[in-house]
């Protein structure tokens, strides 16, 4: 039975399971820098399109009354990137996550800035917390820092890295050094090897400064497997969703967002050309005007190669 196309970011499968279930993993998919550029209904399910590269990632969701819903990676080469993109849509088992955080004494919360936007670094940032000091972020009002204005997460981070000291390290890595780490981890896990190795840095700067936590908590981004690779071994991985709402992770993102803005700024002065987050409008005027002044070539200091918007500034550049 044929239906009509629907459109990215109203699913209409003609399932009501699979249609709840993805409303709810949308923005989870979004967080972690994956957009569906096609959604497809098919027979008991949805098939789902990501860009990537020259040939985009298939991802299905079926339902069946028997065996409820099912989320299901395409084949081929890319096969394990459509797994850790599958993983993040796959429904919550009842894990206990949050039972198993309340239980650490200690623990190191991880989280990132800069990956969904073209210009500036990718930066990840890793807190290790014990009770008294979650209770203390906390107070000071640390909380995922999408919800923040800049001028807040500029203060916030601020105190946090007052009152943290060594129990925060932050990996900032700029756009140069991000394409050339880019393109040698294209052939296996793309971005989510990258995000990883990030995370993994700045967790190995903590563990180097301090006894091992209990577990490293992750603001989940791809599938367990490609995290606790990049992390040092014997360390317990507690990745999920939404994490944020865990003071360790919560003060990650602040600190993450705070270099990447200052990062930007630092960018912006050198370059001549005010720089904007995110990759829309304002960043592919400011693309174009960057290509003006400096040439075709300035793009690969400044911005996130792979992204289309790369392709959208160079097209568009008189």
Request: aromatic share 6%; proline share 6%.
């Amino acid at each position: 039975m044929s239906r009509d196309k629907p459109r990215v970011g109203a699913p209409v499968s003609g399932i009501p399971e699979i249609d709840e279930h993805l409303a709810a993993v949308l923005p989870a998919l979004h967080e972690a820098g994956w957009y569906p550029e096609e959604m497809v209904p098919i027979d008991y399910g949805l098939k789902l399109l990501f860009p990537w590269h020259r040939k985009p990632i298939a991802v299905t969701i079926y339902f069946s009354k028997k065996k409820g819903l099912s989320v299901v990676a395409g084949q081929g080469p890319d096969r394990e990137v459509a797994q850790d993109i599958a993983a993040l849509m796959r429904p919550a088992t009842a894990s206990g996550a949050g039972d198993e955080e309340r239980g650490l004494a200690r623990w190191i919360g991880t989280d990132e800035a800069g990956k969904g936007d073209y210009f500036g670094p990718l930066v990840a940032a890793a807190v290790l917390l014990d009770r008294d000091g979650a209770e203390a972020v906390q107070r000071m009002g640390a909380t995922d820092s999408k919800r923040l204005s800049d001028e807040a997460v500029r203060s916030l981070a601020g105190r946090l890295r007052g009152q943290l000291g060594d129990r925060c390290a932050v990996v900032a890595v700029g756009p140069r050094r991000y394409n050339e780490l880019y393109e040698q981890f294209r052939g296996g896990r793309g971005l989510n090897g990258l995000l990883a190795w990030c995370h993994g840095r700045a967790v190995q700067d903590l563990v180097e400064r301090h006894d091992p936590p209990d577990a490293v908590v992750v603001d989940k981004f791809a599938s367990d497997g490609v995290i606790r690779r990049a992390l040092p071994r014997g360390l317990r991985l507690i990745a999920r969703t939404k994490a944020e709402d865990n003071p360790a992770v919560a003060a990650a993102s602040i600190l993450a967002r705070a270099r990447y803005l200052a990062a930007l700024q630092k960018l912006s002065d050198e370059l001549g050309v005010r720089l904007t987050p995110g990759a829309g409008d304002p960043v592919i005027r400011a693309g174009r005007e960057l290509v003006r002044r400096r040439g075709a070539d300035a793009l690969r200091e400044a911005g996130k190669l792979h992204f289309r918007t790369t392709d959208t500034i160079r097209t568009t550049s008189g």
